[in-house]
């Protein structure tokens, strides 16, 4: 499955952003959506999935409560809903899929296919 991330870009603080990943080449819901998130000098880390199975969300504790993972099959696509921007959110954001079990959603090592990266910058 290939991936196209879109819809970052510049926001206050406090601000919101929604990012979206469509997918081509196969079904999505096929696939656990992931979206990563990684700084400069530091490593991609786990912002929030949803399982191919049961649409379940899960979210880093950074996160939970301000952003909102969803899918729409009809589309193929999944989408990340930015709210409440903090600076410490700013950094290039990484949709991905995966077939992994569910314990293995939150590592980024498990997802074989990912999008180029959309840049998200939170000025304060």
């Known amino acids: 499955v290939q991936l196209q991330a879109s819809g970052g870009g510049l926001v206050q603080a406090g601000g919101s952003l929604r990012l979206s990943c469509a997918a081509s080449?196969?079904?999505?819901?096929?696939?656990?959506g992931g979206w990563f998130r990684q700084a400069p000098g530091k490593e991609r880390e786990f912002v929030a999935a949803?399982?191919?199975?049961?649409?379940?969300?899960y979210y880093a504790e950074a996160v939970k409560g301000r952003f909102t993972m969803s899918r729409d099959n009809a589309k193929n696509a999944v989408y990340l809903q930015m709210n409440s921007l903090k600076p410490e959110d700013t950094a290039v954001y990484y949709c991905?899929?995966?077939?992994?079990?569910?314990?293995?959603?939150?590592?980024?090592?498990?997802?074989?296919?990912w999008g180029q990266g959309t840049l998200v910058t939170v000025s304060s």
């Open positions: 949803i399982h191919k199975s049961n649409g379940y969300t």
């Open positions: 080449g196969r079904t999505f819901g096929t696939y656990t």
């Open positions: 991905g899929a995966t077939r992994t079990v569910l314990s293995g959603i939150r590592d980024a090592n498990n997802y074989q296919n």
